[in-house]
């Protein structure tokens, strides 16, 4: 009977000082609370409470990953998008977040996913795609707001993924290929601005130089002879058959001079 009393008491003690001490890790603290009534925050290290008077409410001070579920919203341009995110948040103010909010985690979850859905539902599907470091900026700032008062701080929100439907992926796909043919007609147009400007400026430059002409073209005919082709037609220039027109006729006049 005495073994047992012992034992009994043993019990008791140990389950007493299980309520009295409470050790804290270093990323932790201790909201204490007095017959009911906020008293302080501790932490952290070794805790001393008494027993059925004070009680605490252990709190995590490290970042938490929260994943935002897949949320289907309707952006601006009346697209149907799917769209999910990842939300970096830590507390910094125990009390705030034990006193003010039933369950902060769950309640910046909720908040993560209506913001979510209400923010980019007001931009249309392009900036989704191409302007998402922006959105991601303009999410955080909000959620950072409306937590502030349950002391919450939001560090970094990320949009991961949106989806499409086939049909508007075969629609941005036939969009992507039209604006890819359209630049090529522009770089080949401007090309081919640039090459008559060129092409007039040595034209203006060679009709003030005949002779450069004539060298030119020369230098062009033994570029062809180089060539291993059997054949070889080349157009004559014009001022070449006039020289050699008004040779001729100075042949025939000297002639029939000599004749008369």
């Known amino acids: 009977m005495m073994l047992y009393t012992t034992a009994v008491v043993l019990v008791l003690l140990l389950a007493l000082a299980t309520q009295v001490f409470k050790v804290l890790r270093e990323y932790e603290r201790g909201v204490v609370f007095f017959l009911g009534r906020f008293q302080e925050v501790k932490g952290p290290g070794l805790i001393i409470l008494i027993p059925f008077i004070q009680q605490m409410v252990r709190v995590d001070l490290r970042t938490v990953v929260l994943d935002v579920p897949t949320q289907d919203l309707i952006t601006r ?29 769950d309640a910046t979850s909720q908040l993560a996913q209506t913001t979510l859905r209400s923010v980019l539902g007001q931009h249309e599907l392009d900036e989704l795609l191409a302007e998402r470091e922006r959105l991601n900026k303009d999410l955080q700032a909000i ?3 409306q937590t502030d008062d349950w002391g919450i701080k939001i560090a970094t929100v990320e949009v991961k993924h949106v989806d499409l439907n086939d049909s508007m992926v075969r629609a941005l796909a036939r ?13 080949h147009a401007t090309g081919e601005l640039e090459a008559s400007s060129k092409l007039k400026e040595a034209a203006e430059m060679l009709n003030e130089a005949p002779n450069a ?13 180089n060539e291993k082709t059997s054949t070889i037609v080349f157009p004559m220039p ?15 006049n000297v002639k029939s001079n000599e004749d008369k």
């Open 77 to 105: 341009d009346n697209v149907s998008v799917r769209v999910n995110a990842v939300v970096y948040f830590r507390v910094v103010d125990p009390q705030m977040a034990i006193n003010n909010i039933e369950s902060y985690s």
């Open 238 to 252: 014009m001022n070449l058959v006039e020289t050699l027109s008004t040779l001729a006729k100075t042949a025939e």
């Open 175 to 187: 969009q992507a290929e039209a604006e890819r043919n359209r630049r090529a007609k522009v770089i």
């Open 213 to 225: 002409l004539q060298l030119r073209y020369m230098q062009t005919l033994t570029e062809i002879a």
């Open 143 to 145: 959620l950072d707001q």
